[in-house]
């Protein structure tokens, strides 16, 4: 430890480590796998950075925040650091760069995202180099007990396995007690070495305002305008919702701009900068801002619509004041805002049907098969992270076995004639290349090969083929593309009764459903809360506060509970149900059943209806405003 201190002296130009750093590092550096749960900004990046730096091999970070990666890259690379980063932002040209630096060696820290690892090249390119470290970020994606629960997380364990990592760090800002255990469980981390840090930061202070919606753009504008100038975010749950504040915000006289996942890549990057450079700034964003942009001294963060989860509210609040002085978080309570939340997490349950189909599809395949998952979704009916979900937990139940993912179609552009390539190699090799190559299609200037047939024709396995035009890449003899990701699967049993484990798989998907609107209602409790709202906050993580802290709302309005307003209770327009009859007579097959009706109703796409173009049709969205319980009952009344 005393060469990680002078690290952290030298490099990092820190005197001492942060609470909870040292533990971490120290598991680490010898040779134990560790948890590390620290709030948003308190230093869970140095914890596998700075090993990386005294640890022989590569270091890979896994991560699903682009703007975490290309921050954290920046600043490593004027350190004069080795640190790369492979997302969806890079180009071929920059991917195939990286990917030869990768398999030379010359990389200290690589940084990529879960779904990179469906990418047959990327790990067979990283099982070829010594991974001393497999840090995961966000890793109370692992839990389905979590509040933002990601298929592809589970297998991560089992890539670090693949490419024999010799030590992983998993790292999260928001876990409850069962979270944590998940994920130590998921990553075979011993619980002695999970550190967890204080959630409690003295310099918030945290509000909540119920009032109605009309009231909420002018109580907005009046907070920021008369606290003091500095760096805000605004939270709100829709994208057009974030352009529409954004404008009325700047017609006010704040330097304010929307962020969200429908603008393009580079406008997101320049919103970032813009944010992270500017003393006064406000961002009108999803959830998709925040995460990973290093500033510290943010003054305020405001909830313009309710947050998902307490989970969300402590990340989110968390990105203010991270210089450990005074910021402000406020949440504006409109419960009409339940609607669009509550609808995002009813519009990923999949019909009943939906999951009886994708059985009979699955289990009247050959022994062994490669799907489509885009292909599988739209058949279906079932969203891409439900269906991704669903295949999960055949795996999980020991149904499937899934094996490693491939790219239908090859593509390569040569960069010289093939004579000048085979001229180049000798005996087996060239012979081998010569019927490869003989196996490819040409069109314009980009020739298609089939890996099977190739491998099939040289007699051959498909790695070999796949490794001999990588090899070829990397000469700079060809370009190569690649497209059309296919899953592998083996089935391992049959059920015994289709119709039984569609019930049951069902069942776990409207679970997952009550326990997502449960969130949404521990947020209103906290808001109601009769008692302090930091200290209630605190309990869910499991960390109380022995009095109450003085600086939020129930403490500073005398120790009253706040009055939230009732949720409005629309009515039907019963006119509505001959037009919605009509509509079921027109499309049988994909409104039979109450649920999936009530979701178009709603204003809830679905992969059919996209299919289908139905998100244009007049009654779409008809009842956006009524909550989904209420259209479920009512369309249930006429289909069932």
């Known amino acids: 430890m005393s060469t990680a201190h002078d690290v952290l002296r030298q490099t990092f130009g820190f005197e001492r480590f942060r609470p909870g750093q040292e533990e971490v590092v120290g598991h680490l550096l010898a040779g134990r796998s560790a948890a590390a749960v620290f709030p948003t900004g308190s230093g869970k990046s140095l914890c596998y950075q700075l090993p990386a730096l005294l640890l022989p091999g590569l270091t890979v970070v896994v991560s699903p925040l682009i703007a975490l990666m290309k921050e954290q890259i920046d600043r490593l690379q004027a350190r004069g650091i080795q640190a790369e980063r492979l997302d969806s932002t890079r180009d071929a ?65 089992h890539y670090a396995r693949a490419c024999r990592a010799e030590r992983i760090l998993a790292l999260t800002a928001t876990a409850t007690p ?19 840090t204080g959630f409690y930061r003295s310099n918030l202070t945290v509000i909540a305002t119920p009032l109605r919606a009309e009231a909420r753009d002018d109580a907005l504008i009046q907070r920021l305008t008369s606290q003091p100038p500095g760096a805000s975010i605004v939270y709100v749950t829709l994208q057009r919702t974030a352009e529409e504040v954004a404008s009325r915000l700047a017609a006010a006289g704040l330097p304010s701009r929307a962020y969200h996942a429908g603008l393009p890549d580079e406008v ?5 900068d813009w944010f992270a450079q500017a003393a006064h700034a406000v961002v009108v964003a999803t959830i998709a801002f925040g995460m990973g942009i290093d500033k510290a001294d943010i003054r305020a963060v405001y909830h313009y619509n309710l947050p998902k989860s307490l989970e969300n509210l402590s990340q989110e609040i968390g990105r203010a004041g991270r210089d450990d002085l005074p910021a402000h978080c406020e949440m504006l309570v409109c419960p009409r805002d339940l609607n669009a939340l509550e609808n995002f997490v009813y519009g990923d349950t999949p019909a009943l049907s939906s999951v009886h189909g994708l059985l009979q599809d699955l289990f009247g395949r050959s022994e062994e098969f490669d799907v489509s998952l885009y292909d599988l979704s739209g058949e279906h009916d079932i969203r891409p992270l439900v269906l991704n979900t669903l295949l999960m937990y055949l795996e999980l139940d020991g149904y499937l076995e899934a094996g490693t993912p491939f790219y239908a179609r090859y593509q390569f552009q040569p960069l010289c004639t093939s004579a000048e390539i085979l001229a180049r ?43 001999a035009l990588q090899y070829l890449e990397e000469q700079r003899l060809l370009t190569l593309k690649v497209e059309g990701v296919r899953n592998r699967y083996r089935r391992l049993r049959a059920p015994a009764k289709v119709n039984d484990l569609a019930r049951t798989l069902h069942q776990r998907t409207l679970e997952r459903e009550k326990r997502e609107i449960d969130r949404l209602r521990q947020v209103l409790e906290l808001v109601g809360h009769d008692g302090c709202l930091v200290s209630h906050l605190g309990e869910h993580f499991g960390e109380p506060l022995a009095q109450p802290c003085g600086h939020c709302s129930w403490c500073l309005n005398g120790h009253r509970a706040a009055a939230i307003p009732s949720r409005p209770v629309p009515t039907i327009d019963p006119g509505l149900r001959q037009r919605v009859d009509v509509l079921r007579r027109e499309q049988p097959v994909l409104f039979a059943e109450s649920r999936a009706l009530a979701r178009f109703l709603c204003g809830l796409t679905s992969p059919r209806l996209s299919r289908a173009r139905l998100s244009s049709h007049p009654l779409f969205g008809t009842l956006d405003q009524v909550p989904f319980p209420q259209v479920l009952a009512w369309v249930g009344e006429s289909v069932n």
């Open 93 to 157: 040209e920059q991917v195939a760069a990286i990917t030869a630096s990768l398999r030379a060696g010359q990389l200290r820290m690589l940084y990529v995202a879960p779904e990179r690892f469906n990418n047959e090249r990327f790990r067979a390119a990283l099982q070829r180099v010594r991974v001393s470290l497999f840090a995961v970020d966000e890793a109370h994606c692992i839990s389905e007990w979590g509040h933002n629960f990601r298929p592809d997380y589970l297998k991560l364990a």
């Open 178 to 196: 069962q979270v944590l255990v998940d994920v130590c469980r998921g990553f075979d981390i011993d619980t002695a070495c999970a550190i967890r």
């Open 268 to 272: 997101r990057t320049q919103i970032q």
């Open 425 to 467: 190699f000798n005996g087996e090799r060239r012979a081998f290349l010569t019927t490869i190559l003989a196996q490819a299609a040409k069109a314009k200037t980009w020739f298609t090969i089939d890996l099977e047939k190739a491998a099939t024709a040289a007699g051959a396995t498909r790695d070999r083929v796949m490794s």
